[in-house]
C-alpha cells in the first residue's frame, strides 16, 4: 500500500502497454517527468469488474498520495516519495480549520484505497510515484488542487458505472466512495470560498447536467491525471 | 475479500447480466453541461433502446416479499426505481420550497419563483454566524431549484422511456412541526430530507438493472451527498458522512464512520418520508 513499495518493473509492466498506443500525448513539454503518452483505459489491468475496480484504485492511489503530499507542505513539511523536498507552511491545524479538513479527508482517501487493495487482493494494480508540484503550491492552491482533484473524483466514478457488469456487487462500494468524495468536493469549495472568497461552487446548479453531477470517462480522466504519474 | 451480505441478501434473484454499451457509449455521456433535462432525458431514454419494455428480467416481481419497491408503481424494477426516487424528488422539492419561502417571509402556499433571485433572507440567522447566513441562504435558494430540476428531470425521463410518473401526493407534504422563524432551524429541517435522499439512492441503485439508469441515479446521488456536506457545516456539523439511526452500510465492517456514504433500504425510506405527507 506504500507507493514506495512498487518496484520498478511493475511499472514498467504496466506501462508497456501504454507505450504501445498512438494515442497524442497531452502532456505539457515543461512536465516532462510525466507518463506519455498519457494511460489509458486499456492501459489498467484485469478485465470486467477487475479492471474497473483496478481503475477506482489507480484514483485512490492518486487521491491519498496528492493528500499525504499536501498535508506535508501545509504543515511541517517533508519528502515526497520521489525524493522531492517539501517544505512545510507550518499553519497549525487547531486554528486552520482546512488544514484539518484536508488531514481528514486524507486519511479517508487512504481508507479508501486500503479497502479497493484489499477487495483485489493480488489482483491490484501497483501503485505509481507522483509529482504534483506541492512544494511551491500556496495554502490557497493546495485546496483549489484539493477540490478539483475530488471533483474529478465524483466524476471518474460515474463515468465508470458503465463498464461494470449490470448488478454488479462492487457498485455499492463504488458508490458509497463517490458520495463520499462528493462530501469532500462540496466542503472544499465551501472553505475555498469562506477563507479566499472563492466564488461559492459547491455543487452543480440547476442549469448542469439537470441540477447533478456529471460523468468523466475513463481516459479522459487518466488523460487528465497523467501529468502527475512519474516513470522514471 | 468482503462479502456484500445485506445487499446480496435482498438482491434480486433474477437479475440478467446485460452487457450494456463499451466505451463508445461513455464519450457521448461525458461533459454534459448546460443542457436541458428533456435533452438529457431523451439521451437516457435512447440509450435504454426499448428495454423497458422487453426487459423481462427487471419485471416487477408479483409476490409483496421480493418488490423492492413496496407501492412504486412501474413496469419493470427500473422504472419502479425512478419512480421511488421521484417519489423522494416531489417530496423534497416542495418542501425546499416551503422553507425557501419560510426564509424569505413569503406565504407557504407561494409556489416557487421563476428565478433564485425572487428571493431574500428575511429571518434571522440563528445559531448560524453572521459571517455564513449569506452563503447558508444561497444553498436553500439554489437548492430548492436544483432538487426542482430533479423532479422534472426524472418525470421527462419516466415519459421518455414510455412510463407512468407517480404524482405528487394530492394532499401536498408538510414541514416536520417545530421549526422556528430563523435559518438554522429552517435548515435544520431541511437537512434529513438531504441526508435520507443520499441513502436512498445508494439503497435503490443496487435493484437496478441497467447501468445507464444507475448512472442518472448516482449523478443525483452524489450531488445530494454535496448538499447535505455543506448544510452539515453551516449547522456546525461534520461535513459527514456519519452513521445515523438505522444507517446499513455496503461492507460488512466499515474502515470508519466517515468513510463510506450509508444506505436504507427503499422501504424503509418510503416509510420515513410518509411522514411528511399531509
Redesign the interface.
Known amino acids: 500500500m506504500n507507493p514506495q513499495k512498487t518496484t520498478s518493473s511493475s511499472r514498467r509492466t504496466f506501462l508497456g502497454g501504454a507505450a504501445a498506443l498512438a494515442a497524442a500525448s497531452v502532456i505539457p513539454a515543461s512536465k516532462a517527468f510525466a507518463v506519455s503518452p498519457a494511460l489509458t ?1 486499456s492501459d489498467i489491468p484485469g478485465t470486467g469488474d477487475v479492471k474497473v475496480v483496478n481503475y477506482a484504485l489507480a484514483l485512490e492511489q492518486l487521491e491519498a498520495d496528492f493528500y499525504h503530499q499536501c498535508v506535508l507542505r501545509l504543515t511541517t513539511g517533508g519528502t515526497n516519495y520521489l525524493g522531492t523536498t517539501i517544505p512545510g507552511l507550518n499553519l497549525d491545524p487547531s486554528t486552520h480549520e482546512d488544514v484539518r ?1 484536508m488531514i ?1 479527508f486524507g ?2 482517501e487512504r ?2 484505497r ?2 479497493l487493495t ?2 483485489l ?1 493480488n489482483k491490484a494494480i501497483g501503485a505509481f510515484k507522483y509529482q504534483f508540484g506541492i512544494e511551491s503550491k500556496s495554502r490557497q492552491q493546495i485546496i483549489q488542487m484539493a477540490a478539483d482533484v475530488e471533483a474529478t473524483g ?1 466524476s471518474a ?3 465508470a ?7 454488479s ?1 462492487y ?3 463504488a ?13 472544499l469549495f ?1 472553505l475555498l ?2 477563507i479566499f472568497d472563492v466564488p ?1 461552487n ?19 480522466v487518466l488523460a487528465a491525471v497523467s501529468q502527475y504519474i512519474v516513470t522514471t | ?2 462479502e ?1 451480505d445485506q ?2 441478501r435482498d ?2 434473484t433474477r ?9 463508445a ?3 457521448a ?9 428533456e435533452a ?2 431523451a439521451d437516457v431514454a435512447s440509450r435504454y433502446a426499448g428495454g423497458a419494455s422487453a426487459d423481462a428480467a427487471a419485471t416487477v416481481s408479483p409476490d409483496a416479499k421480493t418488490n423492492h419497491f413496496p407501492g412504486i408503481p412501474g413496469r419493470n424494477v427500473n422504472e419502479q426505481a425512478l419512480n421511488f426516487a421521484l417519489t423522494l424528488e416531489l417530496l423534497e422539492a416542495d418542501l425546499y420550497r416551503q422553507a425557501l419561502n419560510a426564509a424569505s417571509g413569503h406565504s407557504n402556499s407561494a409556489p416557487l419563483s421563476t428565478a433564485p433571485t425572487g428571493y431574500r433572507l428575511k429571518v434571522p440567522a440563528g445559531s448560524i454566524g453572521a ?2 447566513s449569506a ?1 447558508a441562504f ?2 436553500l435558494r ?2 430548492a ?6 423532479r ?2 426524472l418525470i421527462t425521463t419516466i415519459k421518455s422511456m414510455g412510463g407512468t410518473p407517480v404524482k405528487a401526493n394530492p394532499r401536498g407534504y408538510k414541514l416536520p412541526p417545530g421549526i422556528k422563524p430563523n435559518l438554522s432551524s429552517i435548515l435544520g429541517a431541511i437537512l434529513p430530507l438531504e441526508e435520507t435522499g ?1 441513502r436512498a ?2 439503497g435503490a ?2 435493484f ?5 439508469i ?3 441515479a ?6 445530494e ?6 448544510i452539515n ?1 453551516v449547522l456546525g456539523n461534520d ?3 456519519h452513521k445515523m439511526a438505522g444507517d446499513q ?3 460488512p465492517k466499515p ?2 464512520d ?6 436504507l433500504a427503499p422501504s424503509v425510506v418510503l416509510e420515513r418520508a410518509s411522514a411528511f405527507f399531509k
Open positions: 483505459y479538513y481528514r486519511e479517508v481508507l479508501h486500503n479497502l484489499s477487495v487482493g465524483v466514478y460515474l463515468g458505472i458503465p463498464f461494470f457488469s449490470s448488478g456487487q457498485l455499492p462500494v458508490g458509497a466512495i463517490q458520495g463520499t468524495e462528493a462530501r469532500h468536493t462540496a466542503q465551501a470560498n469562506q461559492l459547491v455543487a452543480p446548479k440547476p442549469y448542469q447536467n439537470h441540477g447533478a453531477d456529471s460523468p468523466l470517462g475513463p481516459n479522459q | 475479500m468482503f456484500l445487499i446480496r438482491a434480486p437479475r440478467r447480466f446485460m452487457k450494456l454499451m463499451g466505451a457509449g461513455i464519450g455521456a461525458a461533459m454534459r453541461l448546460v443542457e436541458t433535462p438529457y432525458a459571517g455564513a452563503d444561497d444553498y439554489i437548492f431549484y436544483v432538487e426542482a430540476t430533479h422534472d428531470f443520499v439512492y445508494l441503485i443496487p437496478v438493472t441497467n447501468n445507464t444507475a448512472q442518472a448516482a449523478e443525483i446521488f452524489s450531488t451527498a454535496r448538499h447535505s456536506a455543506v457545516t461535513a459527514g458522512p452500510s455496503v461492507v474502515p470508519a466517515n468513510a463510506l456514504e450509508y444506505f
